[in-house]
């Protein structure tokens, strides 16, 4: 049975309702899923310059060791910060070294913003 005229172009605009949601949605996983990735990455760049901190006392090497294991996907690794500090007194029980990394990722697709600021922290008890 043909169709009657007045529902001509109805498939029309109802794909074009359902595909704004899903190019949205894809757009988010595809934001997401590289800010997740970025995050892991200063988390783990994070507790190995916390770790070489702990074991060799030197703030340089740490702070080196953090660069070189931080690794943006497509970004800058040079415009990552790091912050080296140390709670407590060496050789007491609550001496902890500190490592805090930071990072400005900018939006690949530009759908939800310009850019996100992202955080880590790692911790090591001091002398290993």
Do not use: H, K, W
């Not at 005229?5 to 794909?15: K, L, N, Q, Y």
């Not at 800010?35 to 901190?53: E, G, P, V, Y």
């Not at 080196?64 to 690794?77: E, I, M, R, V």
């Not at 600021?117 to 008890?125: E, F, K, V």
């Amino acid at each position: 049975m043909p169709r009657p005229p007045r529902d001509r172009g109805a498939a029309a605009v109802e794909f074009a309702l359902v595909a704004l949601l899903l190019v949205t949605l894809l757009m988010g996983i595809l934001e997401f899923g590289r800010l997740f990735s970025i995050q892991a990455s200063l988390a783990q760049a994070s507790r190995d310059a916390a770790r070489t901190m702990a074991v060799r006392d030197d703030t340089g090497e740490a702070s080196a060791q953090f660069y070189a294991t931080f690794s943006p996907l497509g970004g800058d690794p040079d415009a990552a910060t790091v912050s080296i500090s140390r709670e407590g007194t060496p050789g007491t029980p609550g001496c902890r070294e500190v490592v805090e990394g930071s990072y400005v990722a900018t939006s690949v697709t530009g759908f939800f913003g310009g850019s996100f600021t992202l955080g880590a922290q790692g911790a090591m008890r001091c002398n290993g």
